[in-house]
């Protein structure tokens, strides 16, 4: 098991509602990413922050947002819901800095399911 | 931006054979790139990671192999077991305007007793 958390583990909204997920990285990792994973696709990446800094950003709207607080945990936030992002939402750690190279450790991911 | 092909198509092998999955990524050849371990239900695990300037990267019974002339990595599990059943991702960081990391789709393995 990795020390990366991730809250709630399940979480059930209706369309046009927002969200807040919550991601707990592993001690002294100070970068954080979220990717969101659809049914028998890959993760896909929608932001890191390092630092409490967006370092990089994936091909996704403005309605995904995210904050990195002092203590290096992570929200992601996703405003006007809509079915297609019933997903499993992950959140992975490092320390590998601004370029991230390094070993991301995962969280179990949060499963979310708009109707 | 990068693209990464991993076979969509399932691989079943016998217990105790050399699993061998394979990852293509489109364009330019990344610094490094990732393979992960994924169980139904549960996040990633990382197995290793291969720079650009390596050729081979070793642990335990896995090797991963780069290539940027053919643009391609392989990821071989020696001596499968049953609990080698899992899907395997591959994945690369992009560093156009700012960071980012590619997951391929996986490939599912499946090992027999």
């Known amino acids: 098991e990795t020390g990366v958390t991730q809250s709630p583990t399940h979480l059930i909204k209706t369309r046009g509602q927002q969200v807040t997920l919550r991601c707990s990285s592993q001690?002294?990792?100070?970068?954080v990413s979220w990717y969101q994973q659809a049914l028998g696709q890959g993760p896909q990446f929608i932001f890191q922050?390092?630092?409490?800094?967006?370092?990089g950003r994936g091909n996704f709207p403005p309605r995904f947002s995210g904050l990195q607080f002092p203590n290096y945990s992570s929200e992601l936030n996703v405003n006007a819901l809509e079915l297609d992002d019933s997903a499993l939402y992950l959140c992975?750690?490092?320390?590998?800095?601004?370029?991230?190279?390094?070993?991301?450790?995962f969280g179990p991911g949060t499963r979310l399911t708009v109707l | 931006s990068q693209k990464i092909e991993q076979n969509s198509e399932a691989l079943n092998i016998q217990e105790g054979k050399t699993a061998t999955l394979t990852c293509n990524y489109t364009?330019?050849?990344?610094?490094?790139l990732q393979w992960y371990r994924q169980d139904p239900g549960r996040g990633p695990v990382f197995l290793l990671l291969?720079?650009?300037?390596?050729k081979e990267k070793r642990k335990e019974r896995l090797k991963v192999t780069f290539d940027t002339t053919l643009k391609q990595s392989l990821f071989h599990i020696t001596a499968s077991q049953p609990a080698d059943s899992a899907t395997y991702l591959c994945?690369?960081?992009?560093?156009?305007?700012?960071?980012?990391?590619?997951f391929g789709a996986g490939t599912r393995l499946f090992v027999k007793a």
């Open positions: 992975a750690s490092t320390n590998g800095g601004a370029e991230g190279t390094d070993t991301q450790y």
């Open positions: 001690s002294g990792h100070n970068t």
């Open positions: 922050y390092y630092r409490e800094e967006e370092n």
């Open positions: 364009n330019y050849s990344p610094a490094y």
């Open positions: 291969i720079r650009e300037n390596e």
């Open positions: 994945a690369l960081a992009e560093f156009t305007g700012g960071f980012k990391t590619i």
